[in-house]
């Protein structure tokens, strides 16, 4: 299968703890984005990353969030000091070259704070 | 900031019933896109939509945007079992002259879905 792939599938961790999920985007993929998805509510944009670069970070996240995508290929995001309102199924979507927009998105990693 | 809000929240729908979603931005997009979520799994692209009015079809789906690019609508005839999901808009803002109506230069904001419920 040549989708996105993202590991762990699930995650449990304690408050405080850090955490840091991967995300292999299909190949030929140089756009990467990250989201956030907690129930009742659509995908919240994090970061995006077009080939290495980090082009765009959303407002609303805590410095204690940082991604990296060194190779221009997969992609970490880690979460320091892990609080319990950072439950939430974390996702990555990853969108081909050129001016199509369509992002396909992995199954996700589901992060559980106790 | 934008937003992007979609009605209704939930729709349950005898098998066989017309089923339409609503989504309204609060600022004029440059494109927008559809997703469907089925229950615990991941968004699934449908359809993008660029041009001002622009109509497009997918069998029994019928996705329209609005003349303002600031609308949208998703419409499903005669609803299957297999239409079961959450259905989500997604917008990308747009420039006028210098000024940027999106969140971010590359940010999807996506509606809150819609959850339709079919009843066999």
């Known amino acids: 299968d040549t989708g996105v792939s993202q590991n762990p599938r699930h995650k449990i961790t304690k408050r405080g703890q850090n955490v840091t999920f991967r995300c292999d985007p299909i190949s030929e993929h140089n756009r990467l984005y990250w989201y956030r998805q907690t129930l009742g509510q659509g995908p919240e944009f994090l970061t995006y990353?077009?080939?290495?670069?980090?082009?765009?970070k959303s407002r609303l996240l805590s410095d204690r969030f940082s991604a990296e995508r060194p190779k221009g290929s997969f992609s970490t995001l880690e979460i320091q000091r892990t609080e319990q309102g950072d439950s939430a199924m974390y996702l990555c979507?990853?969108?081909?070259?050129?001016?199509?927009?369509?992002?396909?998105f992995g199954p996700g990693t589901r992060l559980t704070v106790t | 900031g934008q937003q992007v809000m979609q009605i209704p929240q939930y729709q349950h729908v005898q098998e066989g019933e017309d089923f339409t979603t609503y989504c309204n931005s609060s600022t004029t997009l440059s494109n927008i896109q559809w997703y469907k979520q089925r229950p615990g799994g991941h968004p699934v692209f449908l359809i993008q939509?660029?041009?001002?009015?622009e109509v497009k079809k997918q069998k029994r789906l019928t996705f329209q945007f609005g003349e303002a690019k600031k609308n949208s609508s998703l419409h499903i005839t005669a609803t299957q079992t297999t239409d079961v999901g959450t259905y989500f808009c997604?917008?990308?803002?747009?420039?006028?002259?210098?000024?940027?109506?999106?969140?971010?230069?590359?940010?999807?904001?996506f509606g809150k879905g819609t959850k339709l419920s079919v009843i066999p």
């Open positions: 939509l660029v041009k001002s009015g």
């Open positions: 990353f077009q080939n290495e670069a980090q082009l765009e």
């Open positions: 979507a990853s969108r081909p070259p050129g001016g199509l927009y369509e992002q396909y």
């Open positions: 997604a917008g990308q803002g747009s420039w006028k002259g210098v000024v940027y109506s999106g969140a971010g230069s590359y940010q999807l904001t």
